[in-house]
């Protein structure tokens, strides 16, 4: 209840900022408060993930991107993510949250998000993320089209992350997924190439 509440504050407040485009970097000024952190007194594992959200949030809000979304009945959600910790933000700690769009491809937009104290990078994730309508997906060019931007030319997607989000991909939410632990490491869902033994 508390992120929701911080979300909600954030959507008021981001757009009192200044304005940017969708593919700009942006900067968000937080600090880890006592709801973020667990028995270690250090935020925890978990809720950076959740921090991500107000990250993306805040620029989405101040490109436009969120009212494009609201009038369309869009909504994002996140297909895949990826998380590497170097250094523990501690209670009452300032950090910035930095995040950017880092490449598209046909079916995600990415987005690379960092966690920055006194200019010191500390942790670092990778989004791969959807908008979906009551209809399934949104395709890219109708999702660029209706912000009103082109992707830059050399907004050139990382290799590793394509490779990453088509890798660890689940079957589609429309295809049935039954659950067995008996399918060896990760399962029939692990691509064929990458099983052992084929």
Request: overall charge neutral.
């Amino acid at each position: 209840m508390h992120l929701l509440l911080r979300t909600l504050l954030l959507l008021i407040t981001s757009r009192k900022r200044s304005k940017v485009s969708v593919f700009d970097e942006t900067s968000l000024p937080l600090r880890a408060l006592v709801t973020d952190i667990d028995i270690a007194m250090i935020v925890n594992n978990g809720m950076y993930l959740s921090l991500c959200d107000l990250g993306r949030f805040d620029l989405m809000v101040r490109s436009g991107g969120w009212d494009v979304m609201r009038d369309k009945g869009w909504t994002p959600v996140v297909q895949a993510e990826t998380i590497t910790f170097r250094k523990s933000i501690r209670l009452h700690q300032k950090f910035t949250l930095e995040t950017r769009i880092i490449g598209v491809d046909e079916k995600c937009i990415y987005f690379e998000q960092r966690f920055v104290s006194d200019g010191e990078l500390y942790v670092r994730a990778f989004m791969a993320t959807r908008i979906i309508s009551k209809n399934g997906p949104v395709e890219m060019d109708e999702i660029f089209e209706a912000m009103g931007v082109e992707v830059p030319a050399d907004l050139v997607l990382p290799e590793f992350l394509h490779s990453w989000r088509e890798q660890t991909a689940l079957p589609s939410a429309r295809k049935p997924a039954p659950h067995s632990w008996a399918d060896s490491h990760l399962g029939k869902y692990l691509p064929s190439p990458l099983r052992s033994g084929e």
